[in-house]
């Protein structure tokens, strides 16, 4: 259930039902979802990327650009924007049919537990209503494919990070835009043609998203997104794990 404090508590969750209802009720419309920290806690990509490096699913020379790059990360010198797009180009040379199923194994056993109900029953009761819900990811296509199929959504409806890929092997070419920060609003723009009704994200990253929403929903935000949703009255819902 939802935390009681405030901002947020009982009055935000009230008023995002409400919107969800209302939505529903009218069978059509647009939901975008962010995924970590939203459909499920953690950050599945840099999480996947570890996985890989320790258990040398890539490239021999990637990896050790991988290990060096990881570390740079981790030590600030290396920011989430660069990061996004590294951890679909480190797939590159690699089998598209082993990057998936490694995705999804790994989603599995490593996220599927992290799962939050909350979002993920949102999700189900608006596509049931006929309501076109996406997810919105600075993840890979893959790890974000796995992570759709665990709550419920179609694969087909995702707008992540994506790599090219020729002849079966994941190449270097990122496609446009990178969906991170303002990259995210850029792609619904372009693949979705439409602003949507409701919003879901929880770092300041995705404000660019929540922005072109009709209702932005802060979902355990980070501090700068915190301060934004409260300083412009968006819900912010925070559940108990």
């Not at 665990?150 to 496609?175: F, Q």
């Not at 990178?178 to 404000?207: C, F, M, S, W």
């Not at 932005?216 to 501090?223: L, S, T, V």
Request: proline content about 5%; overall charge negative; hydrophobic content about 45%.
């Amino acid at each position: 259930m939802a935390d009681n404090g405030q901002p947020g508590g009982k009055l935000d969750l009230a008023r995002v039902e409400a919107a969800i209802s209302e939505l529903c009720a009218r069978h059509s419309g647009l939901v975008t979802f962010d995924a970590d920290g939203v459909l499920w806690r953690g950050d599945v990509g840099d999480s996947f990327l570890l996985w890989q490096i320790e258990n040398h699913r890539l490239l021999p020379a990637v990896e050790r650009e991988a290990r060096q790059t990881f570390e740079a990360y981790r030590q600030g010198q290396f920011g989430d924007f660069k990061m996004a797009v590294f951890c679909a180009t480190c797939l590159r040379g690699l089998s598209e049919e082993a990057v998936d199923a490694d995705a999804r194994a790994f989603f599995d056993r490593e996220f599927r537990p992290r799962i939050i109900p909350e979002t993920r029953a949102w999700a189900r009761r608006l596509q049931s209503a006929g309501i076109d819900v996406w997810i919105v990811s600075g993840s890979h296509r893959w790890i974000v494919g796995a992570g759709a199929r665990a709550v419920g959504i179609r694969e087909e409806c995702i707008l992540p990070v994506a790599a090219e890929v020729r002849d079966g092997l994941v190449t270097s070419e990122v496609l446009l835009p990178v969906t991170y920060g303002e990259g995210k609003a850029q792609a619904i723009r372009h693949r979705l043609g439409r602003p949507p009704q409701l919003a879901l994200g929880n770092t300041l990253a995705d404000r660019f998203m929540l922005e072109l929403a009709q209702l932005p929903i802060a979902i355990e935000p980070d501090e700068g997104l915190s301060a934004l949703a409260a300083e412009r009255g968006w819900p912010i819902l925070k559940f108990q794990v």
